[in-house]
């Protein structure tokens, strides 16, 4: 086609209107793509003349992984400021040390364990963790439910996500002294338990640090403030840190 004169082209032109089409541009455009694709082509076989790493080196160096955080109010910036909640701050520090990960915060105020293990496989298969940080139980306690579910609810959450090949940590909580002491040492043992049975990093008490409510919780004595989020950052980032690999 290539060696096709204008006259030729012109014939064809008025053959084809002659028939009720006009292919004469569409010849035109076919012979300008086989001349792109022959460049193309041979940009190509260049690339894999040149090896692999050539394509793939922009996605590779942009790949980044994911830190899932499933919480509860603790985590979910509750009575905060948006962007001032300790996992915003994760994110802030990831960035500043040139860590590859991302964060989504999956956390809700007011979420149990329960819930927590009925939204995790969803979450799982959407975002494909490498890290999955677990902060429940909080409400659990709370609200004085059995221990035993609790547990069975945390082992399984774990389980899920050992299974989609995310490391876990696990973020332990203590309930106020008024819950009874027998009830108040088992749930903080709890923790303890499960990090052991699990082989997964703990965090034993995230609000470690924070006993003086005055200054580090907001009026309702429950929430911290604003003031204490880069403490429980520092509460969880040593534990954290020797999962970002």
Known sequence: MQDQSEEELRSTERAFRFAGFSAFNTIRATRRFCALFCHSARGLVLAALLGP???ASGSAHSATKTVLVLGDSLSAEYGLPRGTGWVSLLEKQLRAEKISFSVV????SGETTAGGKTRL???????KPAIVILELGGNDGLRGLSLAATQ???REMITASTASSARVLLVGM???PNYGVDYSKRFAAMYQGLGREKSVKLVPFMLEGLEDTEQYFQPDRIHPNQKAQPIMLDNVWPALRTLLK
Do not use: K, V, Y
Request: charged share 10%; net charge neutral; proline share 10%.
């Open 105 to 108: 915060n999956a956390s809700i």
């Open 121 to 127: 496989p969803a979450l799982l298969e959407q975002h």
């Open 152 to 154: 069975s609810n945390l």
């Open 53 to 55: 790493g050539l394509l």
């Open 174 to 176: 203590r309930l106020p």
